[in-house]
């Protein structure tokens, strides 16, 4: 059972002190943030309450946490990107040339596994984003085989690049899908890379790959799709008799894909413990959705396993 009443982060920042023109050195602090905390009195007590979760936090309480904190080292792995809406824009020639079978095969690769073999017989905390193409057994119908293989290769092609733009990498293709991990630097910022790279997902399949279908007079496509973060195990699995390679065992796997089929066409859908570990810039983009009559998931106190989208006014 997800832990998610364990998910939550504490949102800080900087307030410049004072700075020395002379040397240039500058002194500041870290505070929480304004824009999800309000001060308010617990017991004749300062405190936080945080306006996502509801929990509060005694003054103090950061205080006496703040020495602890001396030594530790600080992580930060912005995506490769500055601006997703130029980056898919920029992407509507190659889809074009793809679609037209002007790309010419690329040899096999897979650095993702290279990497999961490095992290063997480990269990490490991972973001998981499933992607799946809406009612592609119909499309498949519809098109003729030379169309919908184009159709694929150039989805595939296109989600696969942008993942290691968030630091992110392909743990398998699933024909009409494909499900994509991000494993650090640590949890807050995984979740936050896992949402960034969700919203440039599908901005590119709704701004840049339906615009060239609709040029040569292909059917426009729908995704959807699901994320949610845990722990996992990294095994190899299988024989070297016919196929032997690292794989990604847990929960969190089996989870984003539920989180995923959970929603409707054009959806993202996150799950709780990532959701509760996002940054407020992303939680502000997201609302409480109700589950499926069919959910069957529950967190640690045995309450249905909660489930957020993306509001469907957010492009």
């Known amino acids: 059972m997800p832990a998610v009443h364990d998910s939550f982060r504490l949102d800080f920042k900087v307030k410049i ?61 912005p995506p490769l990107i500055k601006d997703a809406v130029a980056y898919i824009d920029s992407r509507r020639g190659p889809i074009a040339h793809r679609l037209a079978g002007g790309a010419p095969p690329a040899p096999a690769a897979d650095p993702s596994a290279e990497l999961l073999a490095e992290m063997a017989g480990y ?12 009612s592609s057994t119909d499309l498949a119908g519809e098109l003729a085989r030379r169309d919908y293989l184009a159709l694929i290769d150039t989805i595939s092609t296109e989600l696969a690049e942008i993942a ?11 024909g009409d899908g494909a499900l994509f991990f991000i494993p650090g630097p640590s949890r807050n910022q995984q979740n936050d890379l896992a949402i960034d790279c969700a919203l440039t997902m599908r901005g590119l399949i709704y701004r840049a790959l339906n615009p060239q279908l609709a040029e040569v007079g292909l059917p426009l496509i729908d995704v959807r799709i699901g994320i949610d973060a845990g722990a996992a195990s990294v095994h190899v699995l299988g024989s070297p008799m016919s196929k032997r390679g690292p794989d990604l065992i847990g929960e969190v796997v089996n989870l984003a894909c539920k989180v995923e089929g959970a929603g409707d066409a054009g959806d993202i859908c996150i799950g709780g413990v990532a959701a509760h ?3 407020r810039q992303w939680r502000d983009l997201l609302e409480p959705m109700v589950a499926p009559p069919n959910w069957q998931y529950s967190d640690e106190y045995e309450e249905p396993y909660p489930l957020y989208r993306v509001r469907r006014n957010v492009q």
């Not at 500041?28 to 996502?52: K, N, T």
């Not at 290691?164 to 699933?174: A, D, E, Q, R, S």
């Open 17 to 77: 002190l004072d700075q020395d023109e002379e040397t240039g050195l500058i002194r500041w602090a870290m505070v929480p943030h304004p824009e999800r905390y309000e001060c308010i009195d617990l017991d004749g007590e300062p405190a936080y309450r945080d306006r996502f979760e509801g929990f509060i936090i005694p003054q103090r309480v950061i205080a006496e946490a703040a020495p602890t904190l001396t030594g530790l080292p600080l992580t930060f792995a």
């Open 123 to 134: 269990e490490h905390e991972f973001a998981i984003i499933s992607i799946d193409l809406v």
């Open 164 to 174: 290691p733009l968030f630091h992110g990498h392909v743990l398998k293709f699933t």
């Open 277 to 279: 570990s996002m940054h």
